[in-house]
């Protein structure tokens, strides 16, 4: 027996507000930052690895709300944690106290994605498996088993989503084989922040086609002129025919603003705008939807549960599903979500970028195409080129497509040098910065 | 020129698990805490005193947030900060790497509702006013600069707001004085939690119905055969004729299971069925909404914020709105909700119990009748008797109604000796009791 002997969680920022990396219109000075969990064992060689992902300050909250999420982990045995995975997710979940900080929203869910994120990882160093072929192993009924369908019985019983698991299973290692030579297909966002000069924005334009991306996506919200000539300059590099152009207002704008200045922007024929307005606003998002069409709406990166997205597929609100793996609470709730989009017909395309969401979120995309959806028709992954070098499993991408990850675990492991130079405030970095 | 010379936060916490006082279906085990703000000034007669209410464990994560959102007021003006209340809440929101972790959801926004209500306590207390009369001597339009209408355009105007208060404007102090003979008509749930036998549920009903009341709240949710008994009992005490029976079932059921259960309970006739499901669902709640008329649905003691209660306002998923003045944040984002409530027609009814939210919401309710609804029709504002002996102005409660607070302020600051007690976990009560 492996016994867990602690839950450690450290407190990682790396300084990308100096390079105006992720700039946007709501986001305009991020530091981005993980609160990164590591579930150590008695077994030296093993330990799980998780975060959840922040844009700096309060980082620190999470990492205590981690703590207190963890706790419950020490002491038990590894092998128990792992052969209930669904068990061992509602228990932490379960804590009545630590609900009313929520229930299951903000700090205390980014905290449990933290957690869960790191068993997820253990787990799939366990059985010796990348994080996509542990899900693709199990069963309709050990998939469901673990997965979140609390709040959901009214649009997804238990019986029917193992239907929809069933239907796809025989042909799961077919799509494998598939994924393996192609990859998953990718679009790059880092083209397009908005603290980027046009000169910038046009070189990068043309090195995403060059490189492959037939998806590129510009940040918008911040002025309407600018907005317009930066996506003049992006259509001039890319083309209409080829390839697709998104935009992306990170929730500056109310329902009625939304729907003028996407108006205005439809010249250019973005494929989607994303995160028009408050991401709790079903009903704006399917306000704005109905009214911006054949534009299509976006949103997910702060959805901030699988309740939130029922609705938004209940009312229509949305045409592509931008889930976050740091922000659900890990696979468990994202495979309930990932199920609820496959009943309704809605394409997932998880958000990534940040630190290590796209180490992340290429397991979930090869899960869904492989076991869920079956399908890459309107499917795309968001990738960044931000920070990989951090992590010891750093994601793939050839051709505009990630490829599949072959390391056991979820990639979700840093370097622990990256860990000690940028542990705020005490790591030699920060230690440096602030001097 | 009085200047803000720290924000300290305490951690307060009661041990009421140990009595079985506030158990439900959710939450069986609450020790009723507070994350306890005092903004200190260079005036040793001027503390502003506010707190957010959670249920034990965590309460740290929400002192450590609420430090951080109270971080930019040190140093500041007293008289700048409180004559421009508006523009305090927005820039203390308007952290965008702390709005990563929610937006306006969750720890952080507890955390900004904690700070603020110790600011609103502060302009209370400047002005010499319990908070009511600060409230209800602002103009319509002053009332709007400090509310947070954004995200609301879509059903809400600036003018239209501004509008619906100036109808009611001549008229407040007709109401005051009404108010002043009568107090605001409250319920008490102190006789039906769920821990609680039926000996004793029995005598707190009738001592209930004695001491004036007229609406009693039982929680249901645990065992149908249980809650058909205690209903059962409560009828039997309560009668049919004179008095409101209401059920709660602290979000325990699914939508279908809502349905069902609650019209297992519909022969004893109650007036409301309260979080019968998630707080986050709002098409749920409206689901549950047209199947169990004519019994109402109520809910809101979780509602995170403004965008959720607008679209249970849109969806016309309840009948009764039940704002928490721990949760939303402060005052700014209430006066929103009450603003839209009056548009919808949906009466508010806000939560209270806990710890010192009673001493909070009584002055709400008093500003909405006097300043927005002008009607006391279908409204009937939450009452527990727990706690209020920690605070320095306790609310009073008489014939089933709140006596008009008048000490300045917003009725928030507790004895320091309680503080000093129950500081978790170095006061005396949790020295002694981890000892």
Chains 1, 2 share one sequence.
Request: aromatic letters at 8%; proline letters at 4%; hydrophobic letters at 40%.
């Amino acid at each position: 027996m492996t016994t867990i002997v602690s839950v450690d969680v450290t407190d990682v920022r790396f300084p990308t507000s100096a390079t105006m990396d992720g700039s946007d219109a709501m986001n305009k000075d991020g530091d981005y930052s993980a609160a990164y969990v590591v579930i150590r064992t008695d077994d030296p060689e093993l330990s799980g690895f998780g975060f959840t992902f922040t844009i700096g300050r309060g980082n620190d909250i999470c990492v205590l709300a981690a703590r207190l999420r963890g706790r419950p982990l020490v002491g038990r045995s590894v092998e128990e944690v792992v052969a209930d995975l669904g068990g061992t997710y509602r228990e932490l979940k379960s804590d009545s106290q630590l609900r009313w900080l929520g229930p299951d929203k903000g700090v205390e869910h980014l905290a449990l994605a933290a957690v869960m994120n790191a068993v997820w990882d253990l787990a799939g160093r366990v059985a010796g498996k990348p994080l996509w072929r542990l899900l693709t192993d199990m069963t309709p009924a050990e998939l469901v088993d673990v997965a979140d369908l609390s709040y959901l019985s009214d649009v997804l019983t238990r019986d029917e989503a193992i239907g929809l698991l069933a239907e796809l299973a025989p042909t799961r290692e077919r799509r494998v084989a598939e994924l393996s030579g192609t990859g998953y297909p990718c679009y790059t966002t880092s083209a397009g922040w908005l603290g980027y000069s046009d000169d910038k924005l046009r070189r990068l334009c043309q090195e995403a086609v060059d490189s492959g991306y037939r998806h590129i996506k510009l940040k918008v919200g911040g002025s309407l002129a600018e907005d317009v000539r930066r996506l003049r300059i992006a259509r001039e590099v890319i083309g209409y025919e080829d390839a697709q152009l998104m935009i992306d207002a990170n929730q500056v704008w109310d329902v009625p603003q939304a729907i003028e200045w996407v108006g205005a922007l439809a010249e250019f024929k973005p494929l989607w705008i994303e995160e028009p307005t408050s991401p709790d606003d079903i009903l704006g998002h399917a306000a704005i939807r109905r009214a911006v069409a054949p534009i299509g709406v976006a949103t997910g990166e702060h959805g901030m549960n699988r309740v939130l997205f029922k609705q938004m597929f209940q009312a229509e609100a949305i045409d592509f599903c931008q889930l976050d793996a740091a922000r659900l609470a890990s696979v468990n709730e994202i495979i309930a979500v990932y199920l609820m989009a496959k009943k309704f017909g809605v394409p997932v395309c998880p958000h990534a970028g940040g630190v290590g969401l796209c180490e992340l979120v290429q397991h979930l995309s090869v899960f869904d195409y492989v076991a869920v959806s079956g399908s890459l028709e309107g499917r795309v992954t968001e990738y960044v080129d931000h920070l990989h070098e951090h992590f010891t499993d750093p994601c793939v991408v050839r051709e505009g497509a990630y490829v599949l990850p072959s390391a056991p675990g979820y990639s979700a492991r840093m370097h622990e040098e990256s860990v000690a130079a940028y542990t705020y405030p005490t790591g030699a970095y920060w230690a440096a910065a602030t001097a």
